[in-house]
């Protein structure tokens, strides 16, 4: 843990920064091939790159462009950028899209953020997130960098969750919020007085937005210091500090707000996607890589005392793509898993949220030629987990002509209180 960064003056800060950005730009060019492609097509040299306002000369970089790398080139598709030996572990996200990444340099990269965030050495903490995602990963490394005991229980298994966390005097817990919810909720089935009998005192929620009801329940019913982070499946983005004011933008990360269509930069308060570059993802370096996000930023200190930039919370989507779960549900990926199914004529995902727990149903049309819809179900339900890595709460058949062409095929209905 060190935090000797986190109250530079700004104009120390932006000296920092700027030397970071061009360390990172040369080790990327030189040893990432894909990276050194996407610089080349843009005309752009590590000499071009002084400054964070250069980066304007680089388009962001998506998702689709290192699943369209890693398909022609797999698995790591021309971006891994130190030798294999050095690598311990690999993230994988939908698509599949393979992160590999080194945990030692993860760990020590975000320890302070997870210190913010309320946890001590010491602690016995929880990580509920599956061990297939970087969230689950890097958070993992960074918790033990503390000094503190990680518990891999991953997803599911609610009843074995409260039985760890009362047996191994849990102190912290790492994972979905309406999963936590859950998880207290059945051990107050068992009878168990969740505020008496548990040793749970701080929780970081991620993944998912966190209705100010939910938040309220976890902090004043259940005597736990809540904080969120923002990241993608890349790894890590923002952090929340004990002021709750916004989300601190580590120093090991660089986040422009930037107009989406064009890359530019915006300024601050100005509404804009959220665009990472991690500084310390030197195995794996993407630079501008665009998350999809909207939110928008200030430089103006935290009363925590740190002067890190600090972002919103997510306002939205750029584009019709949505978090189910905690994982991201792409139209696209959708439209070519049913497009296996010769019988299914137009679909449309439908994401609610009753009781606080996303319900992600997918409704079909379907023509005259089905016979069996139970096997039609079974095979629709494989095909989606497998490839999404999420399973459809409910599938549902609706009448011809229900589902028009011009309908989005994915809608968020959720309502946010």
């Not at 179900?377 to 009448?399: G, H, M, W, Y």
Request: glycine share 6%; net charge neutral.
């Amino acid at each position: 843990y060190d935090p000797t960064t986190e109250t530079m003056s700004s104009s120390d800060r932006t000296a920092f920064m700027n030397s970071r950005l061009r360390r990172f730009v040369s080790h990327t060019y030189r040893n990432a091939p894909s990276m050194k492609n996407w610089l080349d097509k843009a005309g752009v040299r590590p000499e071009h790159i002084r400054t964070v306002k250069d980066l304007e000369k680089i388009p962001p970089i998506r998702r689709s462009d290192i699943m369209q790398s890693q398909q022609a080139e797999p698995p790591y598709g021309g971006f891994l950028a130190v030798p294999l030996s050095k690598i311990d572990r690999v993230a994988i996200s939908s698509g599949p899209t393979y992160f590999p990444h080194q945990s030692a340099v993860w760990g020590k990269a975000n320890a302070s953020a997870y210190y913010a965030m309320g946890f001590r050495p010491g602690d016995v903490v929880v990580v509920t997130f599956s061990y297939l995602y970087m969230a689950s990963l890097g958070g993992d490394a960074s918790i033990r960098t503390l000094g503190a005991t990680v518990i891999a229980t991953g997803t599911g298994n609610t009843e074995q969750q409260v039985q760890v966390l009362r047996q191994a005097r849990v102190t912290g817990f790492y994972g979905n919020p309406s999963f936590l919810v859950n998880i207290i909720n059945k051990a107050e089935e068992q009878g168990y007085n969740f505020k008496k009998d548990f040793f749970l005192r701080v929780a970081l929620i991620a993944a998912e937005m966190v209705p100010q009801a939910t938040r309220r329940f976890l902090e004043q019913d259940c005597g736990l210091y809540c904080s969120e982070a923002y990241g993608t499946s890349e790894g890590q983005l923002a952090f929340e500090c004990p002021a709750h004011n916004l989300l601190h933008v580590g120093d090991t990360q660089l986040i422009e707000i930037v107009d989406p269509a064009t890359g530019k930069q915006k300024g601050p308060g100005e509404v804009g996607e959220i665009v990472g570059t991690a500084f310390h993802a030197m195995a794996f370096p993407l630079i501008r890589f665009a998350t999809g996000d909207l939110s928008y930023y200030t430089d103006e200190p935290c009363p925590c005392g740190r002067t890190s930039r600090r972002i919103a919370r997510i306002l939205g989507r750029v584009e019709d793509v949505t978090k189910v779960k905690g994982i991201f549900v792409y139209p696209k990926q959708v439209a070519e898993i049913i497009s296996r199914f010769p019988e299914i004529v137009r679909f449309q995902v439908v994401v609610t949220r009753p009781e606080h727990r996303d319900l992600m149903t997918l409704k079909l049309e379907l023509n005259n030629d089905v016979v069996n819809k139970d096997k039609l179900t079974e095979s629709v339900n494989q095909a989606i987990l497998e490839v999404c890595r999420i399973r459809a709460d409910k599938l549902q058949f609706v009448p011809a002509g229900t589902i028009s062409e011009q309908t989005k095929t994915v809608v968020d209905e959720r309502k946010w209180d």
